[in-house]
């Protein structure tokens, strides 16, 4: 197994910043660097996953079997001593839950459109055995053609018999979970995926959820009995289908057989939903091989044999990325230039690496908010960050008068209790039980092949050695004349890969406009008149040690340019789905205004420019919300505009906090 550090990674990926987080994992961007194509690396520090080892096992197992145009592509993983890095197909339009909430709701046209892609993904995913149990907008993403993958198979289950078989363990996200499922019993796995995709179509339709309550017992009350209002703006299709997923007994619920021709479904549409894979597991492109083997000087039969071990390395990462290639119609080319891909990654190399891309994994963790900004790349963080942390004064004036989101999801949102509340016999369990129950819910996957047959290393203890290794590397980082050396070195890299990624792709923008920018969702969320309440009340003088610990950790990595971009005013951008339009035109008024409202929200900040790197904490301490807001200039309308990201927390928390921000602020 690789050494406790990232040059196994760095062989063969380039690193960028941040683009999403989960209860377990950080999701980077990548580049491949053999075939240039973007990926999504998703790491994962093995001593936090702790009992949730098996799930990350079953993710990764679950992946390599599926292959799916409406299933995101696992390509690679990679195991060192401390992490598990797994190399996703990158979807850059982002969660459909942030399309949603963009767009408040979704026309049934457009609905219908996302909807035959979740039940192509669902049947086929029902057609390989599995079940995925943790249905919603969250885990399907958007791709650069504005189709959906479906992502997190953390959950999944595959019964030793067939999905016919009964499951035991109760999963998945509460307000997404089946009636029977919460009441403990036995289920089958497809049923339940049913009454889930009914809970996300009326999201879709409706642009909040159909079961939602503060409290969880009621929560859980209003499920069992099945009763939710439709709104009125539903066609009587939308109310008959949506009863017809919704059902309290599984078996009167639609099957997704019959959901691929169902007179909603085909509304509009001369032929039933396909679900069979366009990119069916097992095949070996002629094209792609010839390529490879040109690359690798190779027999075109040893390169098949090659590829045809299916081991989710390097050769499958460039044999799987060369085939997506060709099906988006670009060239089946390698880079010629990149070294052969057993090539090391000198010490120094890597270090330059690590800085010019932000790739510290235990800085990030420490102070709780991700080094590589989307807006800037992490090497703009200037050295006078300071969070501002809430005190006695700042919070006394939060609102009261506002109404609670509708639903407490501090309490259950993954990265706070885990990944749901898990509850057996209808009883809400203890939280310290939640992890226990992941692990033993991840035994119904047990019946799973294992290709490898071997189970994931437990991390290695950390002896002196590696603590000072570790240790020189952020000496080197954090000293001001290697910082210049380093720099200076990572940023030519740096400027020279992105010549020749935008010389490749003929792209205008750089990799960070690129990461949030999916150019075609154009409608800006007007929140104005919201009045919600974030539901978040936390005693004020905090202590704040920790973060400013880690603020002795920024790397002061400015340019000059790049300091006076900062500093002369907010970035000029074209109106995205994820920027919320005001009607004013003073950027310096508008951050103000924000600058105001968080303390009152209970929001602590790190602003960086116009950008406000946000979060909030519970009354523990533990970060349950990240993400960053930015005041921008658009240039039609020419008006200020609000970027928002969410970086880590849950999506309808979220989504009311924003709201709550922005109408407060009066913008
Ligand atoms: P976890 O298993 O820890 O919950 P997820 O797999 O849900 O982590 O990933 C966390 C977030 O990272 C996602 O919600 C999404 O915003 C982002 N993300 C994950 N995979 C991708 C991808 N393939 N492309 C782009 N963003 C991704």
Redesign the pocket.
């Known amino acids: 197994m690789p050494a406790d550090n990232a040059s196994e990674l760095l062989k063969y990926y380039e690193v960028y910043e941040t ?7 950080k ?1 980077k961007l990548g580049r491949h660097i053999l075939t240039g194509e973007k990926v ?1 690396i ?1 790491i994962m520090e093995k001593k936090d996953l702790g009992d949730d080892l098996p799930r990350v096992k079953t993710e990764i197992e679950a992946m390599k079997n599926l292959s799916h145009q409406n299933v ?1 592509r696992l390509y690679h993983v990679i195991e060192t001593s401390s992490k598990i890095y797994m190399v ?4 850059p339009g ?2 459909l839950f942030d399309y949603i909430v963009a767009k408040d709701r979704l026309s049934e046209e457009e609905t219908r459109v996302f909807f035959r892609q979740i039940v192509a993904a669902l049947a086929y995913v029902h057609s390989q055995g599995y079940a995925h149990r943790d249905l919603k907008p ?2 399907l ?1 958007i791709d650069e053609d504005h189709n959906l993958k479906l ?2 198979f ?1 959950l999944c289950a595959k019964p030793k018999g067939g999905l016919g078989y009964e499951l035991m363990t109760c999963c998945g996200s509460p307000a997404y979970a089946a009636p029977e499922l919460i009441q403990g019993k036995s289920y089958i796995g497809s049923e339940a995926d049913v009454w889930s995709m009914g809970v996300l179509l009326f999201a879709l339709l409706c642009g909040y959820l159909p079961f939602d309550d503060d409290n969880c017992m009621v929560l859980y009350r209003k499920i069992t009995r099945g009763h939710y209002d439709n709104p009125r703006w539903l066609s009587p299709g939308s109310i008959l289908l949506l009863n017809q997923m919704m059902q309290v007994d599984p078996k009167r619920r639609l099957t997704v057989r019959q959901l691929l021709d169902h007179s909603w479904v085909m509304n509009g549409y001369s032929s039933p939903v396909e679900w069979h894979s366009t990119r069916p597991l097992g095949h070996i492109d002629e094209d792609c091989i010839t390529e490879m083997a040109v690359s690798l000087k190779r027999s075109k039969q040893s390169t098949i044999k090659l590829v045809s071990e299916w081991k989710y390395d390097q050769t499958t990462a460039t044999y799987l990325l060369l085939l997506a290639k060709k099906q988006s119609g670009r060239p089946v080319r390698l880079r010629r230039e990149t070294p052969a891909p057993d090539t090391s990654c000198s010490p120094l190399k890597e270090i330059q690496l690590k800085k010019s891309l932000d790739f510290n994994e235990d800085e990030d963790d420490e102070d709780g908010v991700p080094r590589g900004s989307i807006v800037f790349p992490a090497d703009c963080y200037d050295d006078d960050t300071a969070w501002v942390p809430l005190t006695p004064k700042n919070t006394q004036n939060t609102h009261t008068s506002c109404t609670k989101p509708p639903c407490s999801y501090s309490e259950k949102r ?1 990265g706070e209790v885990g990944h749901s509340p898990l509850i057996e016999q209808g009883k809400p369990r203890p939280r310290n039980t939640e992890k226990r129950e992941r692990t033993r819910e991840n035994k119904e996957n047990l019946a799973l092949p294992s290709r490898d047959g071997n189970g994931f290393a437990l991390p290695a203890p950390v002896t002196p050695a590696s603590s000072r290794k570790t240790g020189s590397i952020r000496t080197a980082q954090t000293t001001p004349i290697n910082n210049n050396v380093i720099n200076t070195d990572s940023q030519k890299e740096s400027s020279r890969r992105r010549a020749v990624e935008q010389q490749q792709s003929g792209q205008q923008g750089g990799l960070e406009i690129l990461a949030f920018s999916p150019e075609r969702r154009s409608r800006s969320l007007d929140m104005a008149g919201c009045q919600v309440d974030s539901g978040q009340k936390r005693k004020a003088g905090k202590m704040f040690g920790s973060l400013e610990r880690g603020l002795d950790k920024v790397i002061t990595m400015l340019t000059p340019s790049k300091r006076r971009a900062l500093r002369d005013g907010p970035r000029r951008i074209k109106a995205q789905y994820n920027v919320t339009l005001t009607n004013q035109t003073n950027a310096d008024q508008v951050l103000d205004q924000i600058l105001r409202v968080l303390p009152e929200k209970n929001v602590d900040y790190v602003q960086k420019g116009y950008t406000l790197k946000c979060r909030t904490q519970s009354d523990f301490g533990k970060v349950t919300m990240q993400f960053e807001l930015e005041v921008c200039l658009l240039q039609k309308p020419e008006v200020v505009g609000i970027r928002r990201q969410r970086l880590k927390g849950d999506a309808w928390v979220y989504k009311h906090l924003v709201e709550n921000i922005l109408s407060t602020s009066s913008i």
Request: contains cysteine; hydrophobic residues 35%.
């Open positions: 683009i999403g987080s989960g209860g377990f994992a999701v999504a998703k995101c996703l197909e990158y979807c982002g969660e969250e885990n993403l992502i997190d953390g993954r």
